[in-house]
């Protein structure tokens, strides 16, 4: 246990709750503390997964046995709470998106860089070993030369307005909640595009409640994207080569598996199921975990497989998106 990363788990919302089921499944690392707003919360939480609970997000961040804060908060917050991990000195693997905007997170990057201390955008799928591999296949060149991806992810949103998901106070959007991971997978196998368009279905109160995004890429190749928050969408993921085509099931941005299935004039041949080549721990946030703690453990202040670079190009990506669909947020960044 000596040598085991500490976690310090800020905020007790669904996704701290689904992290720290896949942090118990990580061998060399534990929850050594949990913040929340209310002290009850945080004991409750405590109960359920380990760690010492406080009552406020500032102790948290102060005690001596975290090594590195998961910052678990609204994305209107994350700001905040990553400026206030980094100036204790702590390591920080903070919610996707890291902030509303690519100048507000470019400025914590560079916080980061100048304390000399770790900072990861928690966008586990482009740790997820499925991904990773397709992504070796694509580049190998063997599978042919991608022509078209479609990628989508949606569900119908049921909350109070006041919810996190429908506040445009609390950065509410489907393209920052669920578009980000169509759009990531695109930039992780082909790169920034350098064709971007998109439409949006808004909400009264200004947010995009769906949205399709079209983009080109000057090697020939097109996407379309879509997400939704008022739609049972398919989850699903095709990506099309002048040889065949892989097919990703829901949900897939934590696939289990993809089939490559070959065709030639003469139709399709057999399909080829692809697994990956190392275990996905839990959902998928295991891998990432383990992602963070291998970077720790090499004193890296960047994590290779979810560089700032990924995270500040995919949130200039979506400044420009909700700039032409006409979405601003009510809050400053
Ligand atoms: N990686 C993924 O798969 C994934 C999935 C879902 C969400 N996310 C991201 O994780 C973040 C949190 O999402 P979530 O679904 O866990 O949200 P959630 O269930 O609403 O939880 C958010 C938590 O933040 C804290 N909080 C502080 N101020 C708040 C405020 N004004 N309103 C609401 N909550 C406040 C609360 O914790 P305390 O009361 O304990 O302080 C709350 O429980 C978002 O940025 C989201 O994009 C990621």
Not at 13 to 36: E, M, N, Q, T, Y
Not at 117 to 137: N, Q, V
Not at 273 to 285: H, K, M, N, Q, S
């Amino acid at each position: 246990m000596d040598d085991s990363i500490g976690w310090g788990i800020l905020a007790t919302g669904k996704i701290a709750h689904s992290f720290c089921r896949d942090l118990a499944l990580v061998p060399d690392g534990h929850v050594a503390a949990v913040g929340s707003r209310r002290l009850a919360s945080a004991e409750a939480f405590a109960a359920e997964f380990g760690g010492r609970p406080h009552g406020s997000y500032e102790e948290l961040v102060a005690d001596p046995d975290v090594d590195v804060v998961y910052v678990a908060t609204p994305h209107v917050l994350h700001a905040g709470n990553v400026r206030a991990a980094l100036a204790a000195g702590k390591a920080v693997l903070c919610e996707k998106p890291m902030t509303l905007d690519a100048a507000t997170t470019g400025a914590l990057f560079d916080e980061a860089r100048e304390r000399g201390l770790f900072l990861m955008e928690a966008m586990w799928s482009t740790c997820h070993p499925l991904w990773r591999k397709l992504k070796g296949l694509l580049d190998s060149g063997r599978y042919g030369r991608v022509g078209q991806l479609v990628a989508d992810l949606g569900f119908t949103v049921h909350t109070a307005p006041t919810d996190r998901l429908l506040d445009p106070a609390l950065g509410a959007s489907a393209l920052l909640d669920m578009g980000i991971y169509p759009l990531t997978f695109a930039h992780l196998l082909l790169g920034p595009p350098s064709r971007t368009a998109a439409v949006a279905q808004l909400s009264e109160g200004g947010i995009d409640l769906a949205i399709a995004i079209s983009l080109a890429w000057d090697s020939g190749a097109t996407a379309a994207l879509t997400a939704s928050m008022t739609a049972w969408t398919p989850r699903t993921a095709t990506i099309a080569t002048d040889t065949g085509r892989f097919d990703l099931a829901a949900d897939f941005h934590h696939p289990l598996q993809a089939v490559f299935t070959p065709y030639t004039s003469a139709g399709a041949g057999r399909p080829e199921t692809i697994t990956p080549d190392e275990p996905v721990l839990g959902v998928g946030y295991g891998n990432e975990i383990a992602e963070v703690h291998r970077c720790l453990r090499a004193g890296l202040t960047e994590s290779p497989q979810v560089p700032p670079a990924q995270t500040l190009a995919l949130l200039r990506q979506m400044d420009a998106i909700r700039e032409q669909v006409g979405v601003r947020f009510p809050v400053g960044r």
